[in-house]
């Protein structure tokens, strides 16, 4: 996944930066966690890594931790995931598990904060710094001494009593003459899966919106131990339903790179198929919802209609409308008729067209600009500082795409193009959207003409211990996947990465100033996966 070892001379400089902080990396560039470079380093020197990373001004991607035994002592092992320039690197270290406490990262990667207490509540890591104190993922379904992460508890939990409702938990308040707070949720209007938003406002100005998630908590990463790995392809399908080609192929990578295992170039080049046909189905969907937030029922009728089309035709091609199941490990469950090739082109062709004609109106639409435009700004830093991935990050200058940037085959051989606006408001986000389906459907027509004769599945290799990352520019961005199998080739550790990690943080900020009836077009705009976040 690399373009030359040009690339990586900032990580030798990384490294000469942290041996002059007294740093001891145990292991330096050389070790790969395929595809990421990997360094080791004591744990006194967590905050010293991520102080130098930022200073190089990576970008905070990912963390996980993973119970184990070291040398007969239990450990938590803690990896940070970071990017720079397309380039990845993985910092890991140790900490016991009697005295899982280290610095927070939060103060160099605003990022980190989350996933920090992620890591609290389901770990019982402990991050040095007032946020991390609050908890996150955990409700009331355990209890706060309780971390279901941990090898000792059980899969079922260990209260077989109700949840109690989660009505105590610390929300930042702003106090002022004429301030008054909004509860909106957990349970909405329509069919979206629960969140709570807290606002702060004055009139109708939004002052603060807090956000809390974690009402759908599944275990996935506790249900994922002891799977083999067509099992955990399918729970990894899972993880975010609108998301389930890119999270699944993201697993099988991590899962491929861990056991050794080849994948065939027709199924690689069908995997890519499918996951631009995810983008256009769900970009088309958040096109309309958003013109539907703001009362243009036209275009919610519309490109409703043209993706509901789309799905049934990938139902008809794939056997599912979501393309579900259909990449496993080794490749791919379902293949493609070559018959039907020509009738794809012509479709592209046609749908192209319709869409041109649709943007046009959405383009030259003064009561949808009234709307759209300055609404719900993000700014470029501060889309830069939460290390926002996707059509939310690309509309606030940051132009980020793995398929160009660090390009996995088949994108190794396709030019991608990326749009990238600095506007940060509604209107911007949507023109990304248009512009994604515009290259998806041309990558399409690409990987049809040129889609390889041969087999879609590998045989899977004899049972390997091993580890790998899994990376896929999925629809709403980065989707990064950590795998580790034990001896007899089952999964000991499954971490995915939905983008929505990076993007929910950002809602909180550009809503700041807007008008409170703005905040369903704001939502629909970056429009976060709960199920994606809520592992």
Aim: aromatic share 8%.
């Amino acid at each position: 996944m690399s373009n030359g070892n040009q690339r990586f001379d900032w990580l030798s400089e990384y490294l000469a930066r942290l041996h002059d902080q007294h740093v001891l990396v145990r292991r330096g560039s050389a070790t790969a966690l395929a595809p990421a470079h990997l360094i080791e380093i004591d744990l006194e020197d967590w905050g010293k890594a991520a102080a130098e990373a930022a200073g190089f001004d990576c970008r905070w991607a990912a963390l996980w931790g993973d119970h184990q035994e070291a040398e007969g002592e239990q450990v938590i092992v803690l990896h940070m995931l970071l990017e720079r320039a397309g380039d990845y690197v993985v910092v890991r270290t140790a900490v016991p598990l009697d005295k899982p406490a280290l610095p927070s990262q939060a103060p160099f990667f605003p990022a980190a904060e989350r996933p920090e207490r992620h890591l609290h509540d389901l770990l019982g890591v402990a991050f040095q710094g007032p946020a991390a104190q609050r908890r996150w993922t955990r409700h009331q379904a355990w209890a706060e001494s309780e971390h279901p992460l941990r090898r000792d508890f059980p899969v079922s939990g260990n209260s077989p009593a109700p949840t109690p409702p989660d009505n105590d938990y610390p929300f930042e308040r702003i106090q002022g003459s004429g301030v008054y707070e909004i509860p909106v949720g957990p349970v909405h209007a329509g069919i979206i899966e629960p969140g709570h938003f807290r606002f702060q406002a004055v009139g109708e100005e939004v002052l603060q919106l807090e956000e809390r998630l974690g009402y759908v908590h599944k275990g996935i990463e506790k249900i994922a131990e002891g799977r083999d790995p067509e099992a955990l392809a399918r729970l990894a399908g899972r993880v975010s339903g609108d998301s389930t080609v890119a999270h699944a192929w993201a697993a099988c990578q991590a899962l491929e790179r861990a056991a050794g295992c080849a994948v065939p170039e027709r199924a690689i080049a069908l995997r890519a198929l499918l996951c631009e046909r995810e983008r256009v189905a769900n970009h088309l969907g958040d096109i309309g919802a958003i013109c539907n937030d703001v009362g243009f029922a036209f275009a919610w009728y519309q490109f409703s209609r043209l993706r509901e089309r789309w799905q049934r035709r990938s139902l008809a091609l794939f056997g599912h409308r979501l393309m579900m199941d259909r990449v496993v490990p080794g490749g791919m469950a379902a293949d493609l008729d070559p018959a039907q090739i020509p009738s794809l082109l012509a479709e592209h062709l046609a749908l192209g067209a319709e869409l041109e004609s649709l943007f046009d109106i959405l383009e030259d639409h003064p009561s949808l600009d009234d709307r759209l435009l300055t609404t719900g700004y993000l700014a470029p830093d501060t889309a830069k500082r939460l290390g926002a991935v996707g059509y939310v990050g690309r509309a606030s200058g940051q132009g980020f795409d793995l398929r160009r940037d660090n390009p996995y085959p088949p994108y190794d051989r396709l030019e991608v193009e990326v749009p990238v606006y600095t506007e940060g408001d509604v209107a911007a986000r949507v023109r990304v959207r248009m512009d994604e389906t515009r290259i998806a459907l041309g990558l399409m027509d690409k990987l049809l003409q040129r889609l390889p004769e041969g087999a879609i599945r590998s045989e899977w290799p004899r049972q390997r211990a091993g580890e790998g990352i899994g990376a896929v520019e999925g629809w709403r961005g980065e989707v990064v996947s950590y795998v580790r199998l034990d001896e007899n080739g089952r999964v000991a550790r499954y971490f995915p990465r939905d983008p929505s990690w990076l993007t929910w943080p950002t809602l909180e900020k550009l809503i700041a100033g807007n008008i409170v009836p703005d905040f369903p077009v704001c939502n629909k705009s970056v429009n976060g996966s709960y199920s994606g976040h809520d592992l």
